[in-house]
């Protein structure tokens, strides 16, 4: 899952990545401010912006328009020390409100875990399949499957968004630090890795292309 955070410092990310991790493969984006996150989400998919009010109503709800106009499935989350404005934030878009807890990353990531929840698991059980994404490890009726690296990822972040087609690009944005320089064939070659040692164990293919959309996890 790739987040953009708008309003924080350094190492409040950090701190806040780390928390994040427990539930998600992630990556966390940081942009100073409203104006500064353009350049982020102008070319870059986002599940998730989590950012500090800063008291500008107009270029706030401006901003969200054009997020969710991109992505509709987008979650906005906004941290506010000042609970009177909770109705406001939730009338021009925002999905959850978060008052008083700016400080605390743990408290956060854990609300940031209630609203993604259905992106959210540690271990992915179909059938014989089991997924850990905790200790990356893939078994098959008790064989051992081996996949390292943005193999492993990609065939995580597609199993945990099972029968959802998903393009390379969107693919590359959530799994890649700089996706811009990352070219699609470099998915091409993963995904065919995943398939060869998939299909050497299961005898069947679990990752299915989608004609001029991108692929899909079907069990």
């Known amino acids: 899952m790739r987040i953009l955070a708008i309003g924080f410092s350094d190492d409040y990310i950090k701190r806040l990545e780390k928390e994040l991790e427990k539930y998600f493969i992630c990556i966390v984006d940081n942009a100073k401010n409203l104006y500064d996150a353009t350049n982020f989400t ?11 009010d800063e008291g500008v109503r107009f270029s706030l709800e401006r901003y969200i328009n ?21 109705a406001t934030l939730f009338s021009i878009g925002c999905d959850d409100v978060i008052c008083n ?10 609300r940031v875990l ?6 959210f698991g540690t271990k992915i059980d179909v059938g014989k399949l089991v997924i850990d994404i905790v200790n990356k490890k893939i078994k098959y009726d008790e064989k051992i499957v081996s996949l390292n690296g943005k193999t492993f990822d990609i065939l995580a972040y597609l199993a945990l968004r099972k029968q959802r087609v998903f393009s390379k690009d969107e693919i590359i944005n959530a799994l890649w630090e700089e996706p811009e320089y990352v070219s699609d064939n470099t998915v091409e070659v993963a995904i065919n890795q995943i398939r060869k040692r998939l299909k050497s164990i299961l005898g069947f293919q679990v990752i299915h292309t989608v004609r001029r959309r991108g692929y899909k996890f079907s069990y």
């Open 42 to 52: 102008d070319f870059r998919h986002y599940e998730l912006v989590i950012m500090v």
């Open 66 to 86: 054009e997020i969710k106009k991109k992505k509709n499935e987008t979650k906005i989350i906004i941290l506010t020390d000042d609970a009177k404005q909770q």
């Open 101 to 110: 807890h700016c400080g605390e990353p743990d408290l956060i990531a854990a």
């Open 114 to 119: 209630a609203n993604m929840r259905q992106l």
